[in-house]
Structure formats: C-alpha cells, structure tokens
C-alpha cells in the first residue's frame, strides 16, 4: 500500500479532544489537527485544488511558474504540489512572516520575493501588488491569488467540511476557524450548514483587522487597520473566499492572547501548534464559556505547526521582550 506522490496524503486529518485548556466549559471541544498534512497546514487542501482547477481550465500548462502572495502555509502546499506535477514556483511575502516561513519555501525549491508590510495593499511594493506583477511579466505563469480564487473555499467544501461531519457523525453544532482569505471557515461551513442550518460558524479575527467590524456595521472602517502580530489570520481587505452570511458572528484576540494559548496547547495538549491555533482556541473558548450547553459539540480547526514560530512565540526570550511572559 503506497500513495503514488506526496500530495496525496493531504486530508483525512485527525480530531483529537481538547482536556485541559477547556477546563471550565461544558460540552466537547475537539481540535481538528491540520499540521497532520504534509506540508504541515491546513493550506495544502486549498493549494492542490487551486492547481487542479487551473490546469482544467486551461491557466496552467506544463512547464508553468506558479507566483502566488502568501504567509508561507499556501506557499508549502503549491510546492509540493508543483513537484508532484513539474511545474516551477515564486513566492511572494511580506516581511512580517517568520524567517522560518520564507526557508521553508527555498527548502522545496521556490524562489522567495519578500516586501514590507507596512505598506497599503494597492502600494507598489505591497506583496499583493508584487505577486501581481510578477504574474504579468513571467511567461506561463499562472497567479491563483487564494484571496479570489473560489477553487480555495471549493476544497474545504469538498473535504474539511465532510471529514467533520463523518467524524462527528454529524454531533457537531459549533464551528471556530480563523478567518484569513476565508476559505476555510466557508467551504467548512457551507458544507456543515447544508447537513444542518442549526451549525454556528465563529470567525476568530484579530485586532488590526477589518472583518469583525464589516460584519457588524457592515462598514468597511480603515480605523480598523493597524500592525499586528498574528501570523495568517485577520486582513486588510474584503477577501472575495469570505463569505459574510456563513459567519454567524467575529470574535477579535489579541497577540497576546494568541501566544499565551498557543503555548498552553503544546504544553497541556501535546499539540505542537501554530500562533493562529492559539487565537482560534482562545476565542472559541471565549464563546463556549457563555454559550456551549452540555450536548454542544464544537470543533476549533488547527491550521498549522509550531517548527514555524519556534523563534517567536515559543521563545521564552522573545516572549519576555513582548513583555507576553
Ligand atoms: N492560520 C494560518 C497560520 C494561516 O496560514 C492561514 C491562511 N492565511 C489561516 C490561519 C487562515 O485560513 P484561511 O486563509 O483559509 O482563512
């Protein structure tokens, strides 16, 4: 029994019982953990698909450069998806991401652009802006842009949403995920909304971002927007994968928060997570202390793995120097 390339071990991700962080709450919590595909996030689903629905459609032909702007887990999924099927990678980020990020990518063979981050997305040297341009002048290339591209809440419809539904033998009634391009939360909950219209999907975005707000007041309120640290969730701009009406509600967590509880998961949980891991359990719990019943069963998705923040936030010395210990 073997699988004929790498990309076919993406999916079919463990859910695995939170015990100790949840201390307190009633109902189950139960982590669905994407670190378990291979290239360690839950952005592998979304970059296979991506390329599947491009080669389909005629926008990506053999031999073709893939250029995409990404934190880094989007990135890891469209090299090795782009090994699998021989095509050449460049990619574009911001320097806010952890170095760690950008080795990654050169390690399985992309080219790395990185660009500041404290500039406006229609800035030239934006990395949205970047990514595009790049796109333009490389001959048979194709650019996915996770942000609109639909193929991306396509693959959570098709397997996130299903595998959580199978493995809670369709007990689940909450849903938290953190909201970055929104492919996941709404592919996810598209899917289980569809089995049953009584699911709540909660949004964990961050503050320096414009989602909860756009929700709420329906405003697009560039006071929203300043730095934060959180890597992979929360943005700057309305994501066309983010579907308002499947999100029943935002919560915002700090970095701090974040950080504190991405390092309880590992320590408590054994769960080897990422920083959003522990803005998306943060804010869940936050809920389900108000409103999960003793039947309720939530399941918090898990986007990626900790080798990624080591110098960060699993730094005691960088923690100190957030003044976060
Ligand atoms: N966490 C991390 C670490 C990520 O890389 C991403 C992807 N931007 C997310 C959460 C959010 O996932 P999505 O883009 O599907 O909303």
């Known amino acids: 029994m073997y699988l004929n390339n790498i990309i076919e071990a993406i999916g079919n991700t463990p859910l695995v019982k939170l015990n100790s962080v949840t201390d307190g709450i009633k109902g189950t919590i139960l982590a669905k953990v994407e670190y378990f595909n291979p290239g360690n996030s839950v952005k592998d689903r979304m970059a296979v698909k991506m390329i599947e629905d491009a080669e389909k459609a005629g926008l990506l032909k053999p031999g073709g450069t893939i250029i995409e702007g990404t934190s880094g887990n989007t990135g890891m999924g469209l090299a090795l998806a782009a090994i699998a099927r021989g095509y050449k990678c460049i990619f574009v980020m911001s320097d806010k991401q952890s170095k760690e990020k950008q080795d990654i990518l050169r390690a399985v063979g992309a080219q790395v652009v990185v660009c500041p981050v404290d500039v406006a997305p229609e800035d030239p040297r934006s990395y949205y802006s970047v990514a595009k341009r790049l796109s333009e002048e490389t001959p048979n290339s194709f650019?996915?842009?996770?942000?609109?591209?639909?193929?991306?809440?396509?693959?959570?419809?098709?397997?996130?949403?299903p595998e959580i539904w199978k493995q809670t033998e369709g007990t689940i009634t909450h849903l938290a995920c953190g909201v970055g391009t929104g492919g996941t939360i709404c592919g996810t909950a598209q899917y289980l909304k569809e089995q049953n219209p009584a699911v709540v999907a909660v949004g964990l975005d961050t503050y320096g971002s414009v989602f909860k707000k756009y929700k709420e007041t329906g405003i697009f309120d560039e006071n929203e927007i300043y730095p934060y640290k959180t890597e992979g969730i929360g943005e700057d701009i309305l994501p066309k994968n983010v579907n308002f009406d499947l999100i029943d509600l935002f919560i915002k967590?700090?970095?701090?928060?974040?950080?504190?509880?991405?390092?309880?998961?590992?320590?408590?949980?054994g769960?080897?997570?990422?920083?959003?891991?522990?803005?998306?359990?943060?804010?869940?719990?936050?809920?389900a202390r108000e409103h999960l019943k003793e039947d309720d069963t939530m399941v918090i998705i898990l986007p990626d793995h900790g080798t990624r923040y080591l110098g960060k936030i699993y730094n005691d010395d960088w923690m100190r120097a957030q003044g976060w210990l």
């Open 253 to 269: 967590v700090t970095d701090q928060d974040a950080a504190v509880m991405t390092r309880r998961l590992a320590k408590e949980e």
């Open 271 to 287: 769960l080897f997570v990422g920083w959003s891991c522990g803005s998306a359990v943060h804010g869940a719990l936050e809920y």
């Open 143 to 161: 650019y996915p842009n996770q942000y609109d591209n639909m193929s991306n809440t396509a693959a959570h419809y098709e397997g996130t949403g």
